[in-house]
């Protein structure tokens, strides 16, 4: 009537004008807003910006008809659920230092099955969020989920078991309904008549409000519900005033007890080239004993001592694996309690083998002791050959003391005159010194071992000598 002669738009507040009982009655605008938004998702009213709310005409309350009878089973539903809480997760990615980490999110309702909502970076370190859709009380009992948070399958999680689910089902099953009527329509839009294809238009803009109510919905419950990580419950009401404040403050928060071991550092791949090349100039402040331990200063000089706390976990695993590739060890220290970036694996795989401690076998089956070894580089720099590549414990008959001793020895016999021989005490430095000088000692040796031959009466060679012959 109002539209029909006044040309009013019907909204609220003027159906709300025509409700007055009486003179000064308290405002009821939100009141008959509610009723009036009812009435529309039952199919009797009709919502157009222009006109406002209009009595559905006889085809809209067919087309209402037909949507109610429609069944929405329960598998139906759950995957609208999902869709839906992952829209509802919004969160910047949880920090610790200078380090991001990725958010895995898994889900469960009434099946047994858990569920990734989410993919999981196969280079990133993430917080694991188990997010529990459970129905009964007894299901959300802290009794059995404290406990069960801290076994071996969930003790890296942060498990968060839903409150009251509130009208969650409903909602989600009515945009099962809108779903289905729109996947019905909407292809043979263009054959449709006039007031069918505003049916369709005005479906289409219901569903996306269900959608819109179903992660409201879903963040309600879940913000009302417990959080249980190793034993411990955490309530989401305590940390943030919405679900996505609580999660963005309890994953942050947990980050240091999930990577006990994290550290914040990154190698780039001009500074992992310094721990690849011939000698040892000026690397990286990272790989000295303030940083990452792989290096160590003796006399002034670098030797990969590798005894940091990182390079000695790195080791450990080798030792303790023996031939692990090295894509397993990059998800090893990838996961908790580590969380290193992949670069600095690489980095202590690679002070590693400089210092005679690992070696690797490609996957073409060429083994690498040395970092002067052929397709050293290509092997660090290509992330497919060293994943594949696999990695063992090298054990030397030569230890530290011993190639002390030894650059010692070829120090006081290669020197001469004023030109002093040093040697870094590591087997490139020795390897290349013996090749330098021994050839030149070998003449001199055979020059004099062609002397004595000349000598009548010749004496034999004494014992060192004969040993070069």
């Given at each position: 009537?109002?539209?029909?002669?006044?040309?009013?738009?019907?909204?609220?507040?003027?159906?709300?004008?025509?409700?007055?009982?009486?003179?000064?009655?308290?405002?009821?605008?939100?009141?008959?807003?509610?009723?009036?938004?009812?009435?529309?998702?039952?199919?009797?009213?009709?919502?157009?910006?222009?006109?406002?709310?209009?009595?559905?005409?006889?085809?809209?309350?067919?087309?209402?008809?037909?949507?109610?009878?429609?069944?929405?089973?329960?598998?139906?539903?759950?995957?609208l659920?999902?869709?839906a809480?992952v829209?509802?997760?919004?969160?910047?990615?949880?920090?610790?230092?200078?380090?991001?980490?990725?958010?895995?999110?898994?889900?469960?309702?009434?099946?047994?099955?858990?569920?990734?909502?989410?993919?999981?970076?196969?280079?990133?370190?993430?917080?694991?969020?188990?997010?529990?859709?459970?129905?009964?009380?007894?299901?959300?009992?802290a009794?059995?989920?404290?406990?069960?948070?801290?076994?071996?399958?969930?003790?890296?999680?942060?498990?968060?078991?839903?409150?009251?689910?509130?009208?969650?089902?409903?909602?989600a099953?009515?945009?099962?309904?809108?779903?289905?009527?729109?996947?019905?329509?909407?292809?043979?839009?263009?054959?449709?008549?006039?007031?069918?294809?505003?049916?369709?238009?005005?479906?289409?803009?219901?569903?996306?409000?269900?959608?819109?109510?179903?992660?409201?919905?879903?963040?309600?419950?879940?913000?009302?519900?417990?959080?249980?990580?190793?034993?411990?419950?955490?309530?989401?009401?305590?940390?943030?005033?919405?679900?996505?404040?609580a999660?963005?403050?309890?994953?942050?928060?947990?980050?240091?007890?999930?990577?006990?071991?994290?550290?914040?550092?990154?190698?780039?791949?001009?500074?992992?080239?310094?721990?690849?090349?011939?000698?040892?100039?000026?690397?990286?402040?990272?790989?000295?004993?303030?940083?990452?331990?792989?290096?160590?200063?003796?006399?002034?000089?670098?030797?990969?001592?590798?005894?940091?706390?990182?390079?000695?976990?790195?080791?450990?695993?080798?030792q303790?694996?023996?031939?692990?590739?090295?894509e397993?060890?990059?998800?090893?220290?990838?996961?908790?309690p580590?969380?290193?970036?992949g670069?600095v694996?690489?980095?202590?795989?690679?002070?590693?083998?400089?210092?005679?401690?690992?070696?690797?076998?490609?996957?073409?089956?060429?083994?690498?002791?040395?970092?002067?070894?052929?397709?050293?580089?290509?092997?660090?720099?290509?992330?497919?050959?060293?994943?594949?590549?696999?990695?063992?414990?090298?054990?030397?008959?030569?230890?530290?003391?011993?190639?002390?001793?030894?650059?010692?020895?070829?120090?006081?016999?290669?020197?001469?005159?004023?030109?002093?021989?040093?040697?870094?005490?590591?087997?490139?430095?020795?390897?290349?010194?013996?090749?330098?000088?021994?050839?030149?000692?070998?003449?001199?040796?055979?020059?004099?071992?062609?002397?004595?031959?000349?000598?009548p009466?010749?004496?034999?060679?004494?014992?060192?000598?004969?040993?070069?012959?």
């Open positions: 009537l109002v539209q029909d002669r006044e040309g009013f738009a019907t909204k609220a507040e003027r159906v709300a004008q025509c409700l007055y009982r009486r003179l000064g009655q308290p405002n009821r605008v939100d009141e008959v807003s509610a009723a009036l938004e009812r009435l529309r998702q039952a199919g009797l009213l009709s919502l157009t910006e222009k006109h406002g709310y209009r009595i559905q005409s006889s085809s809209g309350q067919e087309w209402s008809k037909e949507r109610n009878a429609l069944h929405a089973g329960f598998d139906l539903w759950r995957e659920a999902r869709e809480l829209e509802a997760i919004d969160i910047a990615r949880p920090r610790m230092g200078t380090r991001a980490f990725g958010l895995h999110t898994l889900y469960s309702d009434r099946s047994v099955h858990v569920h990734p909502l989410t993919k999981k970076s196969l280079n990133d370190a993430v917080v694991t969020l188990d997010l529990r859709f459970v129905t009964s009380q007894e299901e959300r009992l009794a059995d989920w404290a406990p069960r948070s801290n076994n071996d399958q969930l003790r890296d999680r942060i498990v968060w078991v839903v409150g009251d689910p509130g009208p969650i089902e409903d909602v099953r009515a945009l099962a309904k809108s779903r289905r009527m729109i996947a019905k329509y909407a292809p043979k839009r263009e054959s449709l008549s006039d007031d069918k294809k505003r049916l369709l238009r005005e479906e289409e803009a219901l569903a996306e409000e269900h959608l819109a109510q179903l992660r409201s919905a879903l963040g309600r419950a879940f913000h009302g519900g417990c959080v249980y990580f190793r034993g411990r419950p955490i309530t989401p009401r305590d940390r943030g005033g919405s679900f996505n404040s999660l963005q403050d309890i994953a942050t928060s947990l980050l240091p007890e999930l990577y006990p071991h994290f550290t914040d550092f990154a190698v780039t791949d001009a500074e992992l080239a310094q721990l690849l090349a011939r000698d040892l100039h000026g690397p990286s402040e990272k790989f000295l004993e303030k940083g990452l331990g792989i290096l160590g200063r003796d006399a002034g000089k670098y030797e990969p001592t590798c005894a940091g706390a990182v390079p000695q976990r790195v080791l450990q695993v080798i303790r694996e023996p031939g692990i590739t090295g397993r060890l990059l998800k090893t220290f990838l996961a908790p580590y969380g290193y970036a670069d694996v690489r980095a202590c795989v690679a002070g590693l083998l400089r210092g005679g401690k690992v070696k690797l076998v490609t996957e073409s089956s060429e083994t690498i002791t040395a970092v002067r070894d052929a397709g050293v580089d290509d092997l660090f720099r290509r992330d497919r050959d060293f994943k594949r590549a696999e990695i063992y414990p090298h054990v030397e008959p030569v230890t530290g003391r011993d190639r002390a001793s030894i650059c010692k020895l070829l120090e006081t016999a290669l020197s001469s005159g004023s030109t002093r021989l040093t040697l870094e005490r590591d087997n490139e430095h020795i390897a290349d010194a013996v090749h330098a000088h021994f050839a030149r000692e070998r003449e001199k040796l055979r020059e004099l071992e062609r002397r004595f031959a000349r000598l009466g010749r004496p034999a060679l004494p014992p060192p000598l004969q040993r070069f012959g």
